[in-house]
């Protein structure tokens, strides 16, 4: 999905994004870390096609367990 948005980002959000996939190899954060900011630049650029997507929300929120 990075690659939908890697020409309209800066040098800064590429080199954020970078640094999270490399925390995220070293089991430092969560996959969904990685998703939510993924999803957040779907809305910034309107890409509708990624926003369907059911990568961002595989199970309805009705599934869920209370934690």
């Known amino acids: 999905m990075f690659g939908?948005?890697?020409?309209?980002?800066?040098?800064?959000?590429k080199e954020h994004f970078f640094s999270l996939l490399e925390d995220f190899r070293k089991d430092l954060i969560e996959e969904n870390v990685i998703l939510e900011l993924l999803k957040n630049?779907?809305?910034?650029f309107?890409?509708?096609?990624?926003?369907?997507?059911?990568?961002?929300?595989?199970?309805?929120?009705t599934l869920e367990k209370d934690t």
């Open 4 to 13: 939908y948005f890697s020409s309209r980002l800066n040098q800064k959000e």
């Open 41 to 44: 630049w779907s809305f910034r």
């Open 46 to 61: 309107e890409e509708e096609y990624l926003q369907s997507q059911t990568l961002f929300e595989p199970y309805p929120k």
